[in-house]
């Protein structure tokens, strides 16, 4: 069985940074795209940033020039570099992979919570 788990989130001022983590662990596997979405309050899971195997990242465009997403394969870890945060990033943070084992399937963590305070 393959497991996503998170960490990282926390409360932080406006203007302060995060990373989260997310970590791969249990059969063998082989890790394709990697995805960070987050939820706020009351609004649809929106996709944050994205990093596919060949590492090309992506983003919306709301946190371009501030997030930044990078995996260390050793580890089977995706982080998310979050800088210059704003009360709007507040969120719960989700990371979401595409994952082979004998088939490719989707998997993902249980969440963690980003609060940013004004």
């Known amino acids: 069985q393959v497991q996503l788990v998170e960490s990282g989130g926390g409360l932080v001022q406006a203007g302060g940074s995060l990373r989260l983590s997310c970590a791969a662990s249990?059969?063998?596997?082989?890790?394709?795209?990697t995805r960070w979405y987050r939820q706020a309050p009351g609004k649809q899971r929106e996709l944050v940033a994205l990093?596919?195997?060949?590492?090309?990242?992506n983003y919306v465009d709301s946190v371009k020039g501030r997030f930044t997403i990078s995996r260390d394969n050793a580890k089977n870890t995706v982080y998310l570099q979050m800088n210059s945060l704003k009360p709007e990033d507040t969120a719960v943070y989700y990371c979401n992979a595409i994952i082979f084992v004998s088939y490719d399937a989707s998997y993902w963590g249980q969440g963690t919570q980003v609060t940013v305070s004004s």
């Open positions: 990093i596919s195997s060949d590492g090309s990242t």
């Open positions: 249990g059969s063998t596997f082989s890790i394709k795209a």
